[in-house]
């Protein structure tokens, strides 16, 4: 029986000489292609409701998603294009396990902890596996362990909330580089998961969204430079809120973002004005 801690040099193997795909396995594997590009084209939304992906999102963020009628952010087709291949990326990492000898059981399997529901990834080789496509500078977190350290996404609640709704089990991250291919395995163990208490999270949670008190900001602003500048962090410019939760910023005005070449930077306060990148309005 395999083990899934020689996973990654089992999927590395497949690629070291030709190598014949189960049929029935490549028609499941187009499937599920075909039906992530549908849904992705199709931009198909559920309603807004706590589930356990969304555990690790602040008290805030949660309480925009949940009680307001905020219009989903329009997103530029690139931006668009990247989530769907990320989804693609995680699609092939399972089907390669397959394909690597490895036993892949409970894929999209339902859980259920304290009435919030999730649909966890899989199971490999008997261990809870959340799947990821990361860039490079983010794939480091999954491939040194550091993750816990800096997680800006909330993935460790996420990983935590399928631990719980299995009984508390050992769980891994199955992360991939999607720039240049490097995959890593990276597992934490039911004690690891346990701390996160992710039964109590979910109590505060609903108590949360149960009042009409909005809760201060998940984050506060990032200092940008020397300038005097504040400007938004990661978690904070992935939310699609960002604009409403910070309507009062910069005197009233509210954000101002500039385009830099390496993306959009979304000013809460600008003390000196930035030279050289170009305003736009949303």
């Not at 590009?37 to 807004?48: A, D, M």
């Not at 199955?174 to 208490?197: F, P, Q, V």
């Amino acid at each position: 029986m395999k083990n899934i801690d020689d996973l990654i040099p089992d999927i590395h193997a497949l690629f070291d000489a030709p190598h014949e795909c189960n049929e029935d396995r490549l028609a499941e594997f187009g499937q599920a292609l075909s039906a992530v590009i549908g849904s992705r084209l199709k931009e198909v939304r559920g309603p807004n409701y706590l589930r356990i992906s969304n555990l690790g999102k602040g008290d805030r963020q949660l309480y925009y998603d949940m009680k307001t009628d905020a219009p989903p952010e329009v997103l530029d087709a690139h931006t668009k294009i990247k989530f769907l291949y990320g989804d693609i990326l995680e699609l092939m990492l399972i089907f390669l396990a397959e394909e690597a000898g490895h036993t892949v059981e409970n894929k999209q399997a339902k859980v259920n902890v304290n009435g919030v529901l999730g649909s966890m990834d899989c199971t490999i080789d008997g261990v809870l596996v959340d799947c990821k496509s990361a860039s490079t500078y983010a794939f480091k977190k999954f491939k040194d362990g550091t993750l816990p350290d800096n997680d800006s996404f909330g993935y460790m609640e996420q990983l935590a909330g399928y631990s719980k709704g299995l009984g508390d089990v050992d769980g891994a991250f199955l992360a991939i580089d999607k720039t240049l291919g490097h995959i890593a395995l990276s597992r934490h163990s039911t004690e690891e998961l346990a701390a996160y208490k992710i039964e109590d999270r979910i109590d505060h949670i609903k108590s949360v969204l149960e009042g009409d008190e909005l809760p201060e900001r998940c984050y506060g602003p990032e200092e940008d430079g020397k300038s005097g500048n504040l400007v938004l962090g990661v978690n904070c410019s992935y939310c699609r809120h960002k604009f409403t939760c910070w309507q009062d910023s910069n005197g009233g005005i509210g954000i101002r973002t500039f385009i830099y070449s390496t993306g959009p930077k979304h000013f809460v306060n600008v003390s000196k004005e930035p030279n050289g990148p170009k305003e736009v309005t949303f």
